[in-house]
């Protein structure tokens, strides 16, 4: 491709292959915070039934759910909280194409990946599941939001919430840098 291209609206293909990995990883973000609201119902499920008291007992267990898959997360949730059919419906569906993407997709895509129309069609695909987790994802935040206000939870408790959430990112931070 010449320098006028560009100029027409073509992209480089190294342009369009770093789109489609910016993509990818927007796919994989959106399946990572669906665990995260799922994570958050779970415990507020087991707060709501006097099961986690003390912080250290919240702190373990999120720790303990973070780890969980998201296969995991979805079975318990749906134990513990009810979702209408089109929701467990969605994160199942979500759940299976998120494992594809994470497990297999460049494997059993990277043919594709060598033309802009095959690029193009994994750009749609990925932007696709991306928009419906990130629906999914929201929905689930309102629940959760819905159910902090319900259990009176005050902004304080939601202050430590947050920490806790910053304090696992923060762990899994460390984590990495050990493992270089």
Request: proline share 1%; net charge negative.
């Amino acid at each position: 491709m010449q320098n006028t291209d560009l100029q027409n609206g073509f992209m480089l293909d190294s342009e369009h292959s770093r789109e489609l990995f910016a993509y990818y990883g927007l796919a994989v973000y959106y399946g990572q915070a669906l665990e995260q609201q799922l994570v958050n119902l779970i415990l507020l499920t087991k707060m709501s039934q006097g099961k986690v008291v003390t912080e250290e007992e919240l702190e373990e267990l999120y720790e303990r759910k973070m780890s969980s898959s998201l296969g995991q997360l979805i079975h318990e949730a749906r134990h513990h909280f009810t979702f209408s059919e089109e929701e467990t419906d969605r994160l199942n569906e979500l759940w299976q194409q998120r494992n594809r993407i994470v497990h297999h997709y460049f494997k059993e895509r990277i043919h594709e990946t060598f033309s802009p129309e095959g690029r193009s069609r994994m750009i749609k695909e990925l932007d696709d599941f991306k928009e419906r987790a990130q629906e999914l994802e929201i929905t689930l935040q309102q629940y959760t939001g819905a159910w902090i206000a319900e259990l009176g939870l005050n902004a304080e408790s939601a202050a430590a919430w947050a920490d806790l959430e910053r304090m696992h990112a923060a762990s899994l931070q460390a984590q990495r840098l050990n493992e270089t």
